[in-house]
């Protein structure tokens, strides 16, 4: 039991513990190792705001109070891995607004993406991944939906949806939708009656509050900038929006909404759906209305957010949601988006003897510590973190393995802007993502090296997360006599989601052969040559290097569920590792670095070279050199 009198280094040897320690650590930039000096790991929580010169007060408080109330002991890991079609399968995201438009208004759509089946049966994945094609207002590109059972306009109808399962079953693909149900559109039939009609059923599905001192209920700030609560005269209240002002939270303490949300899951899963991934979900139970920790939002960025990161009903609601929804089915496979989970947090939501979810993003990987997407870094892959996760996650949990989706830039750009190593540094992920243990998910274009757009005003972005936070930053550096347009796009420009949603590059012509309209967001200048119709003609490419890791990854069992063996570890700069089973072993070696570095182990003529991303191998290990050998 967790106390204030409980030490540091008994807090880490929770598992929980371990987590929140961790986040709090990795979000200042610091190490773990800090713990291992005596005086720091023997201080107890009573003593850390002292420590901390009093800039943290009440988040020893906020620690106890959430190792307290919570599960904290995931499940031990069993001798043998259980198998499963999603551990072997390739899962390909598709951003349906930017893939294919079928019709010239410049909008991606269903009939677009059965147009390119073909390809996606060249690349050789097994799974298409569809952002939400829900009818939308589109505040949220979707994310904001108005009607779960209807499609959007502008991606086609209940027809085009129907002969999208078709043509995907009959190539032997599956389909994976996602699932939003943390919040839905203020425009939703529900929130509309719950405005005209407070003795509505509907108005106890969201969250209402009085407002406190003449402003909001509490100090929570949106993920989208600015307070998370909106005031709504027909009702006297204040509405929850953890994100935009248009995405209300629903309250998943009412019965009688989680039955509608378990209706719906299955209404989809009759039609054909093969699974789910699962929006924010680890927000779904809250912890009440209290103000959120200041020192807390300081090192997350966002304030409140331990309210609702691990609520207390979390693993009740998903266990209730896997009996009464997915669970009635066969071989469905769901993935949970789960921002501020860590290893233990992410084990406790998957292990299989829990009944909750089949797997969890971490999203930890994708910044290096103390860094975010906000601001402009160069990407240092000697920080990657998937060694913990191929090493504690257990045989009863499922790791995803991801550099990209469609609310992060692209990592190559990230790693190195200049564009001398794009194809090196792509083929490097693919080693990475092929290679290691857990489900690999690739998102649309980075099988071609896709980069980062340059964008040249805020006029030319759509994301409403950059759109919001250039506003709140153009006001904050007017207001201490700075150029507010110019720095504040800057910083808004370099991780905007939208990095992600320019449309997919097909070939050279106008529009990259996307649309023979407008494009409803701006093509990537760079598409002339970084296109699928280039790279499908040159077997050197980064597409022909994707399908030979994808194809290695399907005929060796070895590199699914075989053991992970990590060697070399104290060499910082490269990473090294077997994967051994079924009769097979593979040695994989990657350079991190954009220098020339020393091969850490010696090759002998047993290494058979299998896929790297030079062609061949030198004396020393050139910049982001990655290969696969067979030993």
């Keep these: 039991m967790i106390t204030m009198r409980s030490t540091l280094h008994q807090v880490y040897a929770d598992p929980v513990g371990k987590d929140l320690v961790d986040m709090l650590l990795n979000s200042t930039g610091k190490s773990a190792k800090l713990l291992d000096n005596p005086l720091v790991g023997g201080l107890r929580l009573s003593q850390l705001d002292r420590l901390l010169a009093g800039r943290a007060p009440g988040v020893a408080e906020m ?25 072997e399968a390739v899962i390909y995201q598709i951003y349906p607004r930017s893939f294919m438009d079928s019709n010239g208004d410049g909008i991606g759509d269903l009939a677009g993406i059965r147009a390119r089946i ?3 049966k060249e690349l050789g994945v097994d799974v298409v991944w569809l952002s939400p094609i829900y009818d939308s207002p589109g505040d949220d590109n ?54 005209a009609d407070p003795a509505a059923p509907e108005k106890d599905y969201y969250l209402w509050a009085k407002g406190k001192n003449g402003g909001p209920p509490n100090n929570w700030t949106s993920f989208f900038s600015g307070p998370a609560w909106n005031h709504y005269d027909e009702t006297g209240e204040w509405a929850l929006h953890l994100f935009s002002k248009k995405q209300m939270d629903l309250n998943w303490d009412n019965p009688a909404l989680r039955a509608e949300v378990y209706d719906m899951m299955r209404w989809w899963l009759d039609k054909g759906v093969d699974g789910f991934r699962m929006d ?79 797997m969890a993003f971490n999203f930890d990987h994708l910044e290096n510590p ?55 540094i792509s083929k490097l992920l693919a080693v990475l993502q092929f290679t290691l243990r857990g489900t690999p998910f690739l998102y649309q274009g ?16 759509r994301d409403v997360e950059a759109i919001n936070r250039y506003a709140e930053l153009r006001q904050k550096y007017q207001a201490a ?38 494009p409803w967001i701006g093509v990537n200048p760079n598409y002339p040559a970084i296109n699928a119709k280039n790279e499908r003609e040159n077997p050197d490419s980064v597409f022909h290097f994707y399908r030979k890791a994808i194809a290695l990854r399907h005929e060796n069992e070895a590199l699914v569920y075989g053991a992970f063996s990590p060697v070399f570890p104290r060499d910082k700069n490269t990473l090294c590792y077997f994967r ?52």
């Design 280 to 358: 924010v979900i680890n927000f779904i139970s809250k912890d009440g209305f209290a103000d959120g920790n200041p020192a807390a939002g300081e090192a997350f960025g966002i304030r409140g957010i331990e309210h609702y990161f691990y609520g207390p009903r979390l693993h009740a609601y998903l266990q209730e949601m896997r009996r009464e929804s997915f669970g009635k089915y066969e071989n469905v496979c769901t993935v949970g988006e789960t921002p501020g989970m860590g290893l233990n947090l992410c084990r406790l939501l998957t292990a299989e003897e829990r009944g909750e979810l089949d």
């Design 370 to 424: 103390g860094k975010s997407r906000m601001f402009p870094y160069e990407y240092d892959l000697r920080c990657l973190n998937f060694m913990k996760w191929q090493q504690e996650y257990g045989n009863n949990c499922w790791p995803t393995l991801f550099f990209e989706n469609h609310d992060n830039p692209r990592m190559v750009s990230k790693v190195q802007s200049a564009p001398a190593y794009r194809m090196v």
């Design 118 to 120: 073909p390809y996606l």
């Design 142 to 195: 979707g994310y904001d939906i108005r009607n779960y059972k209807k499609i959007m306009k502008e991606f086609g109808n209940m027809a085009s949806f129907t002969a999208l399962v078709k043509d995907l079953h009959e190539n032997g693909l599956k389909l994976m939708m996602d699932l939003v149900v943390n919040h839905t559109s203020d425009e939703h039939e529900w929130f509309q009656k719950a405005l």
């Design 481 to 518: 006599g700075e150029d507010g347009d110019d720095i504040a796009f800057e910083t808004v420009a370099f991780g905007t989601r939208d990095h992600a949603r320019t449309p997919m590059q097909w070939d050279d012509t106008q529009n990259a052969g996307f649309t023979t309209g407008t």
């Design 580 to 631: 051994v089973g079924s009769g097979a072993k593979f040695y994989v070696e990657v350079n991190l670095t954009g220098e020339d570095q020393k091969r850490p182990g010696p090759l002998s003529p047993g290494h058979r070279l299998l896929l790297g991303n030079y062609g061949g191998t030198a004396a020393a290990m050139r910049p982001y050199e990655a290969n696969v050998y067979s030993v």
């Design 63 to 87: 620690v106890v109070s959430l190792l307290s109330s919570r599960d904290t002991q995931p499940p031990p890991s069993p001798a043998t891995i259980t198998r499963k079609w999603w551990k």
């Design 446 to 461: 980075q099988e071609l090296g896709m980069t980062n757009a340059a964008f040249a005003s805020i006029d030319d972005l």
